[in-house]
């Protein structure tokens, strides 16, 4: 996942924490409600990861230099890496991490289908913007976590390098043709709406986490707490945008 600024106001500390976000989560798991949701969170994010490999695996192949292939080679090792760390958390707390992501391959894989890159530059765009969305939307959630689950999230939202990356070859793409911006900016647009589209459909679809976002088992959330979550979320995207020298 990528983490290329802070800019959402809440990265995912919990200073004065209470209630779960106060536990470890051998005392947070004993609530059955709340560890079912842990554990499609773990598995939203542990498919997620295993699909940012893939598709930065098949994104090397539209780099147009040799140096640019490497460093994206690199990028998908790293998110392989992530992944690994969740499966074997998965494992750890006696969940088999096959069944844990299966509920959510079918959503993200649709996502990836309907988002499919035309060129190289849209897979850059795609990796900073669209995986950017995500990685808010989880350290919004990581917030009410209990302390383990929270580490081991903040984790694996690590920075792979691709915002960096994606921000410099975007810009100089679109310095060299100035047209290259009006493209990507509708480009960009269009993932915006079906990253938070997925997101909200996949937290519909699954009853204990979508009860932690508005506040049954994790504190502090409620419905409006979510709007304001999503404007959060959206408010980051603009400033991606003015970072790749595209219009929001």
Do not use: C
């Amino acid at each position: 996942m990528e983490t290329p600024d802070n800019a959402t106001e809440h990265p995912g500390e919990a200073p004065g924490a209470t209630g779960i976000a106060a536990q470890d989560w051998a005392t947070a798991a004993a609530e059955p409600q709340y560890r079912a949701a842990v554990v499609d969170l773990l598995g939203a994010l542990a498919y997620g990861e295993l699909a940012a490999f893939e598709r930065l695996a098949e994104d090397a192949k539209l780099a147009p230099t040799l140096g640019d292939k490497a460093e994206l080679a690199k990028m998908a090792a790293a998110e392989f890496h992530h992944f690994e760390r969740l499966t074997e958390r998965l494992g750890a707390i006696d969940e088999e991490p096959t069944t844990a992501m299966e509920p959510f391959a079918r959503a993200l894989d649709d996502f990836h289908r309907q988002t499919a890159p035309s060129d190289w530059l849209e897979g850059l765009v795609k990796a900073y913007v669209g995986d950017s969305i995500a990685s808010d939307f989880y350290r919004e959630v990581a917030a009410r976590l209990d302390s383990d689950t929270r580490a081991l999230v903040l984790a694996v939202l690590d920075d792979t390098g691709h915002g960096n990356f994606a921000v410099e070859k975007v810009r100089a793409a679109i310095e060299a043709d100035p047209r290259v911006g009006g493209r990507l900016a509708l480009w960009a647009r269009r993932l915006m709406g079906e990253a938070l589209s997925q997101a909200q459909r996949v937290v519909a679809d699954r009853d204990a986490l979508s009860t932690m976002l508005v506040g049954g088992v994790a504190d502090g959330f409620d419905l409006a707490e979510v709007g304001r979550m999503f404007s959060r979320i959206t408010e980051a995207h603009t400033k991606r945008m003015a970072a790749l020298g595209l219009a929001a």
